[in-house]
T-cell receptor, first 117, second 110 residues
Framework: GAVVSQHPSRVICKSGTSVKIECRSL??????MFWYRQFPKQSLMLMAT?????????EQGVEKDKFLINHASLTLSTLTVTSAHPEDSSFYIC?????????????FGPGTRLTVL | EDQVTQSPEALRLQEGESSSLNCSYT??????LFWYRQDPGKGPEFLFT???AGEEKEKERLKATLTKKESFLHITAPKPEDSATYLC???????????FGAGTRLAVHP
């Protein structure tokens, strides 16, 4: 079964509004989670690393004031797209690593389809 | 800079026609090479992690192998339900960051 969930699965909003996306690890704790963006027929692009108890780390070119990340607990990270515009329309996916025998598996959520009108 | 390159971009197979997908990486000191399957409109589904050259892992009709410079995903006697985009990624830098290739879109026709 799914080990990482996301909510909502899809959202449509008006330009200028803010949208919050939740990512939860269901049966393990994740001190780190990752947020990706995927445009149609393209691969996943890492946006930021969400760290429990500290600030998120953003990849080059990603505006931290526009994409607010809060790692509220060991099982929850949220991504808020502030003042969304049509160019922010995309598929947003989170992932969380689960340690196993000193190595890790990274599990992805089902994704959130954001459409900004 | 770490780079992951997948080929081919797209592959069309007849049901039962075995083939291989390629993933080459340039990162030094590989800490893990991951394979995922992604269906349209869904998040990637974890398939395999490979850690050292010579390692092989199998799952149903899929087998992943790893050399010092590349990984292969072998698909034996594929079925239409194997149609998906297959992504590979390597662990880069600290804190388990994954760097993805562009993916291979596989279509298996009956």
């Amino acid at each position: 079964g799914a080990v990482v969930s996301q909510h909502p699965s899809r959202v449509i909003c008006k330009s200028g509004t803010s949208v919050k996306i939740e990512c939860r690890s269901l049966d393990f704790q994740a001190t780190t989670m990752f947020w990706y963006r995927q445009f149609p027929k393209q691969s996943l692009m890492l946006m930021a690393t969400s760290n429990e108890g500290s600030k998120a780390t953003y990849e080059q070119g990603v505006e931290k004031d526009k994409f607010l990340i809060n790692h509220a607990s060991l099982t929850l990270s949220t991504l808020t797209v502030t003042s969304a515009h049509p160019e922010d329309s995309s598929f947003y996916i989170c992932s969380a690593p689960r340690l196993s025998h000193s190595y890790n598996e990274q599990f992805f959520g089902p994704g959130t389809r954001l459409t900004v009108l | 800079e770490d780079q992951v390159t997948q080929s081919p971009e797209a592959l069309r197979l007849q049901e039962g026609e075995s083939s291989s997908l390629n993933c080459s990486y340039t990162v030094s000191g590989l800490r893990g090479l991951f394979w995922y399957r992604q269906d349209p409109g869904k998040g990637p589904e974890f398939l395999f992690t490979l850690y050292s050259a010579g390692e092989e892992k199998e799952k149903e009709r899929l087998k992943a192998t790893l050399t010092k410079k590349e990984s292969f995903l072998h698909i034996t006697a594929p079925k239409p339900e194997d149609s998906a985009t297959y992504l590979c990624a390597d662990l880069s830098g600290g804190y388990n960051k994954l760097i993805f290739g562009a993916g291979t879109r596989l279509a298996v026709h009956p």
